[in-house]
């Protein structure tokens, strides 16, 4: 694999050319474009399929989302075009599937689009480090995304620093989790019930959108947002083919089976096990697993068939 490292066009991230692909998969997953995570990713994402990849991620080893631009996708498009790219796709996990489904609905250019456990409103922006004792806490008057400048209207938390992060600690011990704010954002949509503005556009994307969550999610209400989105489009007019993927044991991890082996080859089920659920079905989250790399397999061989 060749790795380059782009800081100067207009976003952060890293490259991963593979000879004679017309196809990208522009992928944000893991805390850094070139954690472990995401070198992980590349790997199994270019033995299964033969696909170039893009990295991308906030900032250097930061998973902050604090007015970050919707822009830095396109000018990702930009320089993929530039190196003879022909199809592009994007894949987002947690905030980065919320942030997968507003770029897609910004770029028709993204023709295949896989967001997993997202939501379907733009968040409210929250950095992470230390700060207090906590390693979490929202943004003051920040959203999550920006475009032309501007903030995109967003669902406030309902609790701001220090409380937000005691909170996530609070509900994460009750749970046995390793983190969890299920109840947070349940009360920050009971407190501010969502505007259309502070929705996502889903029906303005292009190409196969895949939607994948599990009801066991301790972050959020995914499956409830992923009913959502498929009410919205069912309701006004869209060129996407919607698949969702709803899994009752998968936690919020909900990668493919062959991707998690990658990184971990032994014990690939200590992803899952970081969250209570994962303990208490191990079988029933591997077979989730199992189920969503076909389902993900299905989607990017048809995309990559499709004329060009």
């Not at 959203?143 to 209207?153: D, E, F, R, Y």
């Not at 406030?156 to 992060?165: D, F, K, L």
């Not at 493919?256 to 079988?283: C, H, N, Q, S, W």
Request: contains cysteine.
């Amino acid at each position: 694999m060749e790795k380059i490292k782009e800081t100067q066009k207009g976003f952060y991230g890293c490259y991963w050319p593979l000879e004679g692909s017309t196809c990208a998969i522009i992928a944000m997953l893991g805390d850094d474009c070139e954690d472990y995570m995401a070198k992980m990713a590349v790997k199994w994402m270019q033995k299964k399929y033969g696909v170039s990849m893009l990295t991308l991620s906030p900032g250097h080893k930061d998973y902050s989302h604090h007015n970050l631009p919707v822009e830095r996708i396109g000018a990702a498009i930009t320089y993929l075009k530039e190196r003879d790219i022909k199809k592009i796709a994007i894949a987002g996990a947690s905030t980065t599937g919320m942030y997968a489904l507003i770029a897609a609905s910004y770029y028709p250019e993204i023709t295949l689009t896989i967001a997993m456990t997202p939501a379907d409103f733009v968040m409210e922006g929250f950095y992470q480090g230390k700060r207090d004792g906590q390693t979490e806490w929202p943004g003051e008057g920040e959203s999550s995304v920006s475009w032309q400048g501007k903030p995109l209207p967003y669902l406030p938390y309902a609790y701001r620093h220090p409380e937000y992060g005691r909170k996530m600690k609070e509900e994460a011990k009750h749970g046995k989790d390793m983190i969890a704010s299920l109840d947070i954002f349940r009360e920050s949509e009971a407190a501010h019930p969502i505007r259309e503005e502070e929705y996502i556009k889903v029906e303005r994307i292009k190409g196969k959108l895949l939607l994948i969550g599990a009801k066991d999610d301790v972050l959020w209400d995914t499956v409830k947002y992923i009913r959502r989105m498929e009410a919205r489009l069912a309701a006004r007019e869209h060129t996407c083919e919607v698949e969702s993927y709803i899994y009752e044991h998968a936690t919020h991890f909900v990668f493919p089976e062959g991707m998690v082996k990658t990184m971990l080859p032994v014990g690939g089920d200590l992803i899952t096990r970081v969250f209570a659920a994962g303990r208490k079905y191990p079988k029933e989250c591997k077979a989730a697993r199992v189920d969503i790399e076909r389902r993900i397999t299905g989607a990017i061989n048809e995309w990559m068939r499709e004329e060009k």
